[in-house]
């Protein structure tokens, strides 16, 4: 049961219980959707975006307990960012969740994630809101799947 | 009870399947994926060796020895097909790639010929997305209309008493699964083929759950159409069985053209060989087709009545155990083939499964290629044991307390 408390690590199945940022939000300006179509799991981001900057984030749909805390994780650490700087904290986030390594400091308490990488299938679950939310700040789509390429 | 039953039900059989003898994740494994595909017997995995390494030849063209051998074992394996389905004659037997190309070819060739623009077609709210997808295509292709059996709810029993009402709308076939490859339903195949000749009405029966877990006879059924995979039944991968009344695969035209198929090639055209070799274009399955014939010997060899109430009688053991794990829902009744599925509010199905995989359980969760079926239930997955003749009563014991052990981890 090693790597299964690896990957369900405490701040984890906290985040799944408790999400943070969870609900709609009515002064989005931007809005995606992310799907996998393998489970059903669903989430819908929602971006206030100002000046190249996510104001304000949250989150709804349902999803396992890996695909629900990476997007109340994730909602946490986008607040204030650019959307450069966001490109860059997913790419460490799937640095870390591909390989178990982490980079930089920047991942705070995602850094949690790290077992993931012993469980290849579930990666796709800890990128799903990534995907959505990354689509909607960028503007290139409303709609995110896991069938595309990362 | 004779011999060979007596000493499978004492765990026998599991040493003819070399792959069961063997740890995952530092637990003895426990497969319990059987709907989604059945593990191979040694007798399957020789029989397909022996064929590469004595007889491998392509079929009916060659005029060599291997041709001939390899000809004899393919065709054999049709004949052994009949009997093992129920047909009245081989030549109602096309070996396809799985019950997915059959149910296309159906659709395709029957429906193509024989559907026009406003013809209805009659399915289930249960069906596997293989048996909705080719009739989706096919309705936006014809316009045709679809429409589909209600289930009564957790239950996931058909909603018979609405079945007379909706095959009298005007419908012209009637497709539905035989056994829920999600819910374990064993739908009355006889009694909803009865009721669609009365009204003239084609059947086709999905049997991709049934024919390798219970007795499975077309004619006793009265289906028009019936359709397997291989895989699912202890054979190999890529073959399937497409049975089909032989009146009317006489005059349907072909689903895919390419060689072996034809009588006389032009140019701009050609004309067909009759039905088997008119729906099998070029070269087919047949070292496949030899593990195929050598499962059907091995699964009848143990008896499928027996096999039957085996995966029931897990299933409803399992069933028993997890009825007592607070707020789960349990799908399907307890009169149903060896499938269980349930669902728990606070914990998803890809939780549950990795957590069981770390425990050397093999399952699955999501939606099981039945997503309106899901929409119907009102949820997104579920995490679904499918049990076959070489699982055991302390296999299902062990889903049961990992189950538990999982509630607490997610939820104590």
Not at chain 1, 58 to 79: E, N, Q, R, W
Not at chain 2, 190 to 210: H, K, M, N, P, Y
Request: proline share 4%; net charge negative; with cysteine.
């Amino acid at each position: 049961m090693d790597h299964l408390s690896e990957l369900y690590q405490a701040v984890i199945l906290d985040h799944n219980r408790r999400p943070r940022n969870f609900g709609k939000l009515p002064e989005a300006n931007r809005v995606a959707t992310g799907d996998n179509p393998s489970c059903g799991d669903h989430f819908t981001v929602y971006l206030r975006l100002t000046d190249d900057r996510i104001e304000k984030v949250a989150f709804d749909g349902a999803g396992c307990a890996i695909s629900k805390a990476a997007a109340s994780l994730m909602t946490v650490s986008l607040m204030g960012k650019s959307v450069a700087e966001a490109e860059n904290l997913f790419r460490e986030f799937h640095h870390l969740v591909t390989t178990g390594e982490a980079d930089e400091e920047n991942l705070s308490d995602m850094a949690a994630f790290a077992g993931v990488s012993q469980f290849p299938a579930r990666i796709k679950c800890a990128t799903l809101a990534w995907h959505a939310a990354l689509n909607a700040a960028r503007g290139t789509g409303d709609k995110a799947t896991t069938e595309e390429p990362v | 009870m004779s011999a060979a039953s007596s000493s499978w039900q004492r765990g026998v059989v599991r040493a003819d399947f070399p792959i069961l003898d063997q740890a995952v994740n530092g637990h003895p494994l426990v497969y319990l994926d059987n709907a989604a595909t059945s593990q191979k017997p040694r007798a399957v995995i020789e029989a397909m060796q022996r064929f590469y390494e004595r007889d491998n030849s392509n079929v009916h063209r060659g005029i060599h020895t291997l041709s001939h051998r390899a000809t004899v074992a393919y065709e054999g394996a049709r004949e052994r097909a009949a009997e093992f389905l129920g047909a009245a004659d081989a030549s109602e037997i096309i070996f396809t790639r799985g019950t997915t190309e059959a149910i296309n070819l159906v659709a395709n060739s029957w429906g193509g010929a024989f559907l026009r623009e406003g013809d209805r077609v009659l399915l289930t709210e249960m069906e596997h997305h293989s048996n909705l997808v080719p009739w989706h295509l096919l309705a936006e292709r014809l316009k045709l209309e679809l429409l589909h059996v209600p289930i009564t709810g957790d239950d996931g029993l058909l909603d018979l008493e609405r079945v007379d009402g909706l095959l009298d709308a005007g419908v012209k076939l009637f497709a539905f699964t035989h056994v829920s490859n999600t819910l374990g339903t064993v739908n009355p195949a006889a009694e909803l083929c009865r009721r669609a000749r009365e009204r003239g009405i084609i059947t086709l029966v999905d049997a991709a759950q049934s024919a390798g877990h219970q007795p499975v006879n077309a004619r006793e059924i009265g289906c028009d159409f019936l359709a397997a995979s291989g895989h699912k039944l202890c054979g190999p991968t890529g073959i399937g069985i497409l049975y089909g009344r032989r009146d009317l695969l006489d005059a349907m035209p072909p689903f895919l053209g390419g060689g072996e198929m034809i009588l006389k090639v032009g140019l701009s055209a050609s004309t067909f060989k009759k039905a088997p070799q008119r729906f099998e274009a070029g070269t087919p399955p047949f070292a496949e087709a030899v593990g195929l014939r050598a499962a059907m010997d091995y699964l009848d060899d143990i008896g499928r009545e027996a096999i039957f109430e085996h995966d029931r009688e897990l299933a409803r053991h399992a069933r028993a155990g997890l009825a007592d794990l607070p707020g789960i829902r349990l799908l399907g009744t307890p009169d149903g083939a060896g499938i269980v599925s349930f669902h728990f509010d606070e914990i998803h199905a890809h939780d549950i499964v990795t957590f069981a995989d770390q425990a050397g359980i093999a399952m699955r969760g999501g939606h099981h290629c039945t997503q309106p079926l899901m929409t119907r239930l009102g949820l997104d997955s579920t995490t679904r044991a499918s049990f076959y003749f070489y699982n055991t009563r302390e296999e299902a014991d062990r889903l049961v307390e990992t189950m538990a052990r999982i509630h607490k981890f997610f939820t104590g």
